[in-house]
């Protein structure tokens, strides 16, 4: 079945424009993350999504950052007033939701690469 | 929150040796360790995961062991071939949905 799939995979913006990243995650996948992956870094947790629940944003790096998923399924990385720190590439990966205590397996779309000039 | 060390940071091998990339993870309560590839410009695919009712498993060319004890996890690839590079990312559990990711390694396959 189809993947993960992410929008624009490309996005060049100026500095201090707002920038909004869309993910769609795998069909029948309730949990659904965003991730930013700076040059040769790892991955770094942004902001989590499980069915109706709360959202969990703790990895969000400041207000200008926010998130929201429509209808438990597609979701939307809104980036306000960017800052060219901002630059990385965002990922998104959807998993099933959570058997109780055991973390199910994530899979990733392409991402998204935003370059802040 | 969780904290996973990844060691190498990079790793060069000759085509048919061996490559051995070690992790260690602090949260004692994590019990799901997936490893992903990820290739240049490519996304993270998942190649092999381990949960913590088990020490070891394997995957053809690919093993995984974890030391629950030690904290600390492994990914092995034998009889490595130039298709083996890319980076590597371990990660482990925390709290019962999110990953902690290592910081990766570069793995380069000489022919």
């Known amino acids: 079945g189809a993947g993960v799939s992410q929008s624009p995979s490309n996005k060049v913006t100026e500095k201090g424009k707002d920038v909004e990243l869309r993910c769609d995650p795998i069909?029948?996948?309730?949990?659904l993350y965003w991730y930013r992956q700076s040059l040769g870094q790892g991955l770094e947790f942004l902001i989590y999504?499980?069915?109706?629940?709360?959202?969990?944003k703790s990895g969000l790096p400041s207000d200008r950052f926010s998130a929201e998923r429509t209808g438990g399924s597609v979701s939307t990385l809104t980036i306000q007033r960017t800052q060219q720190e901002d630059s990385a590439v965002y990922l998104c990966?959807?998993?099933?939701?959570?058997?109780?205590?055991?973390?199910?397996?994530?899979?990733f779309g392409p991402g998204t690469r935003l370059t802040v000039l | 929150g969780e904290n996973v060390e990844q060691h190498p940071s990079t790793l060069s091998v000759q085509e048919g040796d061996s490559a051995v990339i070690k992790c260690t993870y602090s949260d004692s309560a994590s019990n799901y360790f997936p490893w992903y590839k990820q290739e240049l410009g490519k996304r993270p695919q998942l190649i092999i995961d381990?949960?913590?009712?088990?020490g070891e498993k394997k995957d053809q060319r690919i093993a995984v062991t974890l030391n629950k004890t030690a904290k600390h996890f492994s990914l092995h690839i034998t009889e490595t071939q130039p298709e083996d590079s890319a980076v590597y990312f371990c990660a482990a559990s925390f709290g019962d949905y999110k990953l902690s990711f290592g910081a990766g390694t570069t793995v380069t396959v000489r022919a």
């Open positions: 069909s029948g996948h309730t949990a």
């Open positions: 381990i949960r913590s009712n088990v």
């Open positions: 990966a959807s998993s099933l939701k959570p058997a109780g205590g055991l973390t199910d397996t994530q899979y």
């Open positions: 999504f499980q069915g109706n629940s709360a959202p969990d």
